[in-house]
């Protein structure tokens, strides 16, 4: 078995509306489809569905919300970390984590509406080995 290429990540949310605003106007991604089951977020780089938990396109059955800070983390490259996190602060949105340095880059991490960890980074250009 091999895959490909990465196509999307699926998260499922508690409330479409919510994941949507914070997705969509929080964070300024494009929205590439939605009904009322599912809104299909991102661009070239890849696409996020956010999938209703409590509803299918079928009768298969529900999924869990996301399980927590600690259950899954979606990572975003951007300009300004510190510019994000004081937009973030005005807007009411949870700072996890304020801004900081690691070795890789610089970074604020939010909580979505579910718990998840939305991590905005600006990385550092990788070094030849």
């Known amino acids: 078995m091999r895959a490909d ?15 949507k605003a914070f997705y969509a106007d929080a964070l300024s991604l494009p929205v590439l489809f939605e009904d009322e089951i599912i809104v299909v977020v991102g661009g070239p780089s890849g696409r996020i569905v956010l999938h ?3 509803r ?11 399980s927590g800070i600690g259950g899954a983390a979606v990572r975003f490259t ?10 973030a602060a005005a807007r009411g949105l949870k700072v996890v984590w ?3 340095d690691a070795f890789w ?11 998840r960890s939305v991590v905005l980074a ?5 070094q030849a080995v």
């Open 5 to 19: 290429s990465f196509e999307s990540l699926i998260l499922f949310v508690s409330n479409l509306a919510h994941a």
């Open 122 to 126: 600006k990385m550092r250009p990788r």
């Open 105 to 115: 880059g610089r970074f604020v991490i939010l909580a979505d509406p579910d718990g």
């Open 52 to 54: 209703r938990n409590d």
């Open 78 to 87: 951007v300009d300004d970390p510190d510019a994000c996190e004081r937009d």
């Open 56 to 66: 299918g396109h079928d009768e298969r059955g529900i999924f869990p919300a996301g």
């Open 98 to 100: 304020p801004t900081q």
